[in-house]
């Protein structure tokens, strides 16, 4: 871009007001509220079909990660965003349908699940018959227009974020969401815990209902109006996206396919895309089996197990500050994700010796433990990510970076659910059954510090500026 340019666009941007920390919080509603809804999938459905219903493990899993296999469709909906606004917005409009979705889409799901159960209890046992086959079809696509509207509303958040901060204060911009994500799945955890409380070890199956019901209509109605509040008049207010695209003209000079030009032209990209896939798989393994883990293992009711999540959440809380603010600049961003995921291993190993001690205490102490290692290196992690990020194709490569992460904590879920199931088949015990989980966890973690110590930045950033240049100067042609 030609200085004139640069200078017209500070010139622009300055007619914009700056996003303040007020409106950086009331952004954060948006990201708290997802965090809510992920803990009613994976902290209370999984829990309630796999121990409560008993349906097989491995077919829970499957349904629940179908929200991250329809990933690939956030790079259309970036697209569509980008160039169709409803209502006159960008991105605004596409947040508040996609909430609206997928918040009617968690409570039919919940009623498609009572009617598999139905199905089920009527054969004796769980077998695969006309019912059961049907049922589970159906919950299946519930659970994929669930994801897809989970997809249209988080990227046009995601690029709402980049359309209302600059490059000197989108790390705070992106600080502050992130951190009220964990706040999302601490008040989650509380709110489900007091509503499921009643609930007890052997609680009829219309107990049950009513609770799990009326669980599936406040969170996900609280969750909808986050998302209103969260992004009300902060487009119309704060968005630089019409002036920057006017001045600059990305849209029109890089294409999707030049785009992904920028995108494969470093082979830096496809290393540090995999060293997300696999650490994400390594650090998600566990999600569909904590809690399972507590009411199989530990005899927890299902109110207190649900409020495990209140420990993981802590535990990241509390080192996002401590990373962002002294590891990271003493350490390094590389460094500092390496010992994170070598404390990520020593967690998952902890949590499955916890289960020989059938004491609730080691288990939430392992948990905490989890969670501070999990902040340390997804604070990194995320870190480095924006180093690997080219400004002029920003969209496409945070696009594969998200598509990365989200295929491959789908991926967790299943894999998770699927060991659980054999080592139930094959291992004498739950203990060690739950503890295969962890130890595979364990060994991911250090399979992804071999990826991670081949990522080079300085490389990634060479060979993405010939690639830009050499788009731009074909453009010129």
Not at 174 to 180: A, L, N, R
Not at 312 to 324: E, K, P, V, W
Not at 395 to 406: E, R, Y
């Amino acid at each position: 871009m030609a200085s004139s340019e640069a200078f017209d666009s500070a010139s622009n941007s300055q007619s914009v007001p700056r996003v303040n920390l007020l409106t950086m919080f009331r952004l954060g509603l948006f990201q708290m509220g997802l965090s809510m809804m992920s803990i009613l999938t994976l902290g209370v459905l999984n829990r309630v079909m796999i121990q409560e219903i008993a349906i097989p493990a491995t077919l829970v899993a499957l349904v629940l990660a179908l929200p991250a296999f329809v990933a690939p469709s956030r790079i259309l909906f970036g697209q569509i965003s980008d160039a169709k606004p409803i209502w006159g917005y960008h991105r605004t409009a596409y947040v508040w349908v996609g909430a609206a979705i997928f918040a009617i889409a968690s409570f039919l799901s919940v009623q498609i699940m009572w009617q598999l159960d139905f199905a089920a209890q009527s054969a004796g046992t769980w077998v695969w018959n006309t019912q059961t086959i049907g049922w589970t079809a159906l919950l299946s696509l519930v659970f994929a227009i669930y994801g897809l509207a989970l997809c249209a509303s988080g990227t046009a958040f995601a690029a709402l974020l980049v359309d209302v901060s600059e490059e000197d204060n989108r790390s705070k911009v992106v600080g502050v969401v992130w951190s009220m994500l964990m706040v999302g799945i601490i008040v989650g955890a509380i709110i489900s815990s007091s509503l499921l409380r009643q609930i007890t070890s052997g609680a009829s199956i219309e107990i049950l209902q009513a609770a799990v019901n009326r669980l599936f209509m406040i969170v996900p109605a609280l969750v909808f109006g986050f998302a209103i509040a969260a992004t009300l008049g902060v487009e119309k207010k704060y968005s630089l996206y019409t002036k920057r695209s006017q001045v600059v003209n990305r849209e029109d000079s890089i294409s999707l396919g030049k785009a992904w030009e920028i995108l494969t032209a470093s082979p830096q990209t496809g290393l540090f895309f995999t060293f997300l896939f696999v650490m994400t798989i390594s650090l998600f393994m566990q999600d569909p089996i904590v809690e399972p883990f507590a009411g199989q293992v530990f005899n927890m009711p299902l109110a207190e197990s649900t409020k495990l999540n209140v420990f993981y959440g802590t535990g990241i809380l509390i080192a996002y500050g401590i990373t962002g603010f002294i590891i990271v600049p003493r350490l390094g961003k590389r460094r500092t994700a390496k010992l994170g995921c070598i404390l990520v291993a020593f967690a998952s190993l902890l949590l499955g010796f916890s289960g020989f001690s059938a004491n609730p205490a080691f288990l939430k102490f392992g948990l905490v433990l989890f969670g501070l290692a999990t902040g340390f290196l997804t604070t990194a992690a995320v870190s480095l990510m924006l180093d690997l990020t080219a400004a002029e194709a920003a969209g496409t490569f945070i696009g594969a970076w998200g598509l990365a992460q989200s295929i491959s904590r789908g991926l967790a879920v299943v894999i998770g659910g699927a060991v659980l199931d054999t080592g139930r088949k094959l291992l004498p015990s739950l203990e060690l059954a739950y503890g295969l989980v962890f130890v595979l966890e364990a060994i991911g973690m250090l399979v992804s510090i071999w990826f991670l110590n081949r990522v080079n930045v300085a490389e990634f950033q060479t060979s993405t500026k010939q690639a830009i240049a050499s788009v731009l100067e074909s453009d010129l042609d």
